[in-house]
């Protein structure tokens, strides 16, 4: 059925990628999008995809936060960026305008707390974090705080098909 679908429909006639989608929304919403701090949390797959995607985008000050610091350097050292280790989290949130979050983790990585904090050493300046993990890397609550915007994996799935390209991503 999968493949009779795929053949006799237009089902994947314009492949994107959850991470070509991330960054497509990043770019909408940020007017000078190269000069934008992003943080990438994770260094599997989808992040990596992200990264690349930014850098072709012009992204120029990229950090990359993991729980095993070898990873996020190997992971920013391709791109250009900064890594750091996942204990030194609340500190990268402060200088991030971007965040996009994809690991493992069971629980959030990024707390109503430390989003708080966040947020109030910007001068609430905006936030936009796109969390593309499953269980969530960045907890629902978080996205009460003003003003900060969360957008959830299943949300940037909706926008991603409704993306309109003809390249793989």
Same mark, same amino acid.
């Given at each position: 059925? /999968? ?19 991330? &960054?497509?929304? =990043? ?6 999008? =190269?000069?934008?701090?992003? *943080? +990438? ?5 989808? %992040?990596? *995809?992200?990264?690349?995607?930014? /850098? ?9 936060? $993991?729980?095993?610091? /070898? $990873?996020?350097?190997? *992971? /920013? ?8 280790? +996942?204990?030194? *989290?609340?500190? =990268?949130?402060?200088?991030?305008? %971007?965040? %996009? ?9 990024? !707390?109503? !707390? ?11 300046? #905006?936030?936009?974090?796109?969390? +593309? ?9 978080? =996205?009460? %705080?003003? #003003?900060?915007?969360?957008?959830? !994996?299943?949300? &940037? ?13």
């Amino acid at each position: 059925v /999968a493949k009779r679908a795929r053949s006799e429909t237009r089902i994947g006639a314009s492949p994107v990628s959850v991470a070509f989608a991330a &960054v497509r929304l =990043a770019q909408q919403i940020f007017a000078d999008f =190269a000069t934008a701090g992003v *943080l +990438l949390i994770g260094a599997g797959d989808t %992040i990596e *995809l992200c990264a690349r995607h930014l /850098a072709e985008a012009g992204v120029k000050r990229l950090v990359v936060a $993991n729980r095993t610091l /070898a $990873n996020a350097r190997g *992971l /920013a050292d391709r791109f250009h960026g900064q890594a750091i280790a +996942l204990c030194d *989290l609340p500190d =990268a949130l402060v200088q991030a305008d %971007i965040v %996009i979050s994809s690991t493992a983790a069971r629980d959030p990585v990024i !707390t109503k !707390t430390i989003a708080a904090n966040a947020l109030k050493a910007r001068r609430h300046r #905006p936030q936009f974090m796109l969390d +593309l993990a499953v269980p969530r890397d960045i907890a629902a609550d978080v =996205a009460r %705080i003003s #003003p900060a915007w969360v957008i959830e !994996t299943p949300r &940037v799935c909706v926008r991603a098909s409704g993306m309109n390209t003809s390249a793989e991503k």
